[in-house]
């Protein structure tokens, strides 16, 4: 086995080093390899992670400790997001490898589409490798749409600036930019078309399975507004996998600081393995805090807030006393309790579900199957929601239920994004910041529905390199 990620390093690592349309980084060789199960064991990449400094300030979800603000409020991603700052520079800062990581994802994949036939080794895994990595080529498409282009919209989609499609490995290429209506149907081709041959039980966990691919199926239908295949889609990932961790029985037993029964490998609701940056990925340092309004969403029974934040006794450095947020208990590793940021789990199948399910007219459907995930985080009686008549009140509660339950990553920042394409369901933030400094003014700071804050800009090397790659902001 060794062997194998070995001579899997050596050649994937000078062609993610030649892509320099994409990265200021050139080629200095390059290595082969003919056998099909080599190509297959490329796929697996357990330290696939993604970093959201460029906008993870920049929802109604998260907080930050005052002092990393004060003077950086036109200069780094964390002052300007957090203050809602459109008057700032942003084009010509970095935006900490999220970009990059996810094309050098890509070019991985597509290492293995483009050549795995040519290899020696049975079609079977031939077909295989090609539909894994083709799963994972769209995993990683649609996190660079959803973050650096508008989000997706019927009446705009195939007018809207999206981002460049990188369909085969091709170091030469010089990528034009698709619209996003364009880079939807790509990755939904790639979805649809290796589904079939996705394993319901790869050979390890880092390869991606049938629930996993059903459950991004089911994503990019929610995104893309096929209700009806974005139900279908997560009722076949659920039939595949629907584990949900009961955190009431779970708090009863000690919690995560008294017990490691969900630690690292061992949390059965992943779907895929991502991490949200930092080698203990602990949400505690990496933007793992939560703003006093989400806080007060939770109430006094959700275990989600009970077992794994602290909204008082927080180390200094990371958090202000008496400010209404709560930080993640820095003492929980995924050596404790593997959270999962910003890979998918089951969890957020039952949330997509219960969506489509409202978006349908299924209201007592969607009511029930979001009782299903609330019975197994909320204490009591007010676990159980009752069915409402009107559909907004049933997608307000669910809109509710994904901010408490997809926290970190990039969930609420894509949610805000797509929820503020539609009317109904629009939102201004406001913020008042700071509030606890008393030396300085307090201000509040709004963020519009159509702000270009929502829109990351792509970074300066990549823009310097491609001409072709335009900006999707009007800055």
């Known amino acids: ?25 050139t080629p ?31 929802t109604d979800n998260a907080w930050a400790k005052e002092s990393n603000i004060f003077g950086y409020e036109n200069i780094s991603w964390d002052g300007i997001n957090m203050t809602f700052n459109e008057e700032a520079n942003r084009l010509t800062l970095s ?18 589409i483009s050549n795995v036939d040519a290899s020696i080794g049975n079609d079977s895994i031939k077909r295989l490798a090609k539909a894994e990595a083709r799963i994972m080529r769209a995993w990683d498409h649609f996190i660079v749409v959803n973050t650096f282009a508008k989000a997706y919209d019927p009446a705009t989609a195939s007018q809207d600036g999206g981002v460049a499609i990188m369909d085969a490995y091709d170091l030469e290429a010089t990528p034009t930019k698709s619209t996003v209506e364009q880079v939807y149907q790509f990755i939904i081709k790639d979805i649809e078309e290796s589904l079939p041959y996705i394993q319901e039980t790869p050979s390890t966990e880092y390869h991606p399975s049938k629930a996993f691919a059903y459950a991004l199926a089911a994503k990019v239908y929610l995104f893309h507004r096929d209700y009806q295949k974005a139900l279908d889609a997560a009722e076949k990932s659920l039939a595949l996998k629907s584990d949900l961790i009961d955190y009431v029985a779970f708090e009863a037993d000690g919690g995560p600081t008294k017990k490691s029964t969900y630690a690292k490998g061992n949390n059965p609701e992943v779907l895929n393995y991502a991490y949200q940056g930092g080698y203990t990925d602990n949400p505690g340092y990496t933007y793992g805090m939560l703003s006093p309004e989400l806080v007060q969403l939770f109430g006094s029974n959700d275990e989600r807030l009970n077992l794994f934040f602290k909204t008082s006794g927080n180390m200094v450095y990371y958090f202000d006393e008496g400010s209404g947020a709560a930080l993640w208990n820095t003492s929980i590793t995924y050596s404790k309790f593997q959270y999962m940021a910003v890979g998918m789990r089951t969890a957020e199948v039952y949330l997509m579900k219960a969506e489509a399910q409202a978006r349908l007219g ?7 199957t979001l009782n299903l995930l609330r019975a197994k985080r909320i204490k009591g009686d007010e676990a159980s929601l009752a069915v409402e008549k009107d ?3 049933v997608m307000q509660n669910i809109i509710d239920e994904r901010r408490k339950e997809l926290l970190f990553g990039f969930n609420r920042f894509w949610d805000l994004k797509r929820f503020n394409t539609e009317t109904d369901y629009q939102k201004t933030i406001s913020r008042t910041f700071p509030i606890v400094d008393t030396t300085r003014e307090h201000k509040t700071y709004t963020l519009k529905p159509n702000s270009r804050l929502y829109i990351i800009p792509f970074p300066i090397d990549v823009r310097e390199k491609n001409a072709n790659l335009t900006l999707n902001t009007d800055e």
């Open 391 to 393: 559909v907004q009140e």
């Open 28 to 58: 200095t060789g390059q290595k082969t390899v003919d056998s099909a199960s080599t190509y297959y064991e490329l796929i697996p990449y357990p330290n696939r992670a993604y970093y959201p400094s460029a906008f993870a300030l920049l």
């Open 362 to 368: 299924d209201l007592s459907g969607a009511t029930e």
């Open 1 to 25: 086995m060794k062997k194998i990620l070995y001579l899997a390093l050596a050649l994937v690592m000078p062609a993610l080093y030649a892509c320099d349309n994409y990265v200021d980084i």
């Open 95 to 112: 935006d900490n490898n999220l970009y990059e990581n996810c094309y050098d994802y890509i070019l991985r994949s597509n290492i293995v």
